[in-house]
């Protein structure tokens, strides 16, 4: 049964779906020096944003 393109493409995007992850929305940072402790509380740390390229720029 021969496939043609567009099936091939869709079954790659539902692929994809569960090989890669979008975790970039979830990273967090700080912009001041920190102590170790510090480290365990991240939740009052600011989220990182991505650039039109879904990139965060450090």
Excluded: C, G
């Amino acid at each position: 049964m021969p496939f043609s393109t567009p099936e091939i493409s869709t079954t790659i995007a539902r692929l994809r779906k569960f090989t890669q992850v979008d975790i970039q929305s979830q990273w967090r940072y700080s912009q001041e020096d920190i102590t170790i402790a510090a480290i365990t509380n991240i939740d009052s740390w600011q989220l990182a944003t991505t650039n039109e390229s879904k990139h965060i720029a450090w």
